[in-house]
């Protein structure tokens, strides 16, 4: 099998089970998990699960099973976004700090703990 267009493509993806496993035969199965950090901007958004940086869509996005995102907003005024069977859960950025220290300055600090 070869695949050389996105329909292509997309009809084999449509092709999954619910697991997220195509069977192209009975040696051969493919599983997959479509997390991507990215940004999605879309028109209307309606998916099983979206994991995702930062969501912008036009008037809804709705996800059955799972929504996480850094941030999601809709353009238009009454634009909803709902997630079916559980909260939308945000994902916080962690920040990283790094300090370099001499080894006096360290030796400081580990008296004052």
Known sequence: MKITTQKELDDLIATANESNTIVLNEDLKITFDCTIPCNIDAYNITAGNIK?????????CIAYH?????????????????CLDQEIKTIKEEKKVTIELTESQLDKIKHLI
């Open 52 to 60: 995702a940086d930062n969501i912008e869509y036009y008037a809804f």
């Open 66 to 82: 799972s929504l996480e995102c850094k941030s999601i907003s809709g353009i238009r005024e009454n634009s909803i976004h709902k």
